[in-house]
């Protein structure tokens, strides 16, 4: 049956990166992704997942540069606190875990690339 009126069901953020090889290596080790699916040889687009959460990244061109201000991609979690502890003995950058006066406890960690992931979790939902 088709839906009445259009319902937004999820998006896939689409991440430019240098070298997607490493990249994915980056991220199957040190935040336990998995690739879901990748396309040409040498790879040029990939999606990796963890729990629901799906990234897609792409080969970017040969002049692209990281800007200064970039978006971020927030994360919202369960157990936060855990996923903290996991990425710390890692051995991952992350900054303080904070209990922001805006609703979230939330930490962020810069990949490989220089993008900036932030994870939080609702306070009420502590």
Excluded: C
């Excluded at 998006?11 to 990249?23: G, K, L, Q």
């Excluded at 994915?24 to 990939?46: C, S």
């Excluded at 970039?70 to 890692?90: A, C, D, G, I």
């Excluded at 209990?99 to 992931?117: E, H, Q, S, V, W």
Aim: glycine residues 4%.
């Amino acid at each position: 049956m088709k839906p009445d009126k259009p319902f937004l069901d999820h998006f896939a953020p689409v991440v430019p990166v240098t070298n997607i090889e490493e990249t994915i290596a980056w991220y199957e080790d040190k935040l336990r992704f998995t690739v879901e699916f990748t396309w040409e040889t040498p790879v040029t687009y990939a999606i990796l997942k963890r729990d629901q959460l799906v990234i897609h990244f792409s080969e970017a061109p040969t002049d692209f540069q990281l800007q200064r201000v970039h978006p971020t991609l927030y994360v919202f979690v369960r157990n936060v606190e855990s996923l903290y502890r996991e990425f710390k003995s890692k051995g991952l950058k992350v900054s303080e875990l904070v209990k922001a006066d805006y609703g979230m406890t939330d930490f962020d960690l810069y990949d490989l690339n220089g993008f900036r992931i932030s994870f939080g979790q609702g306070n009420e939902e502590e």
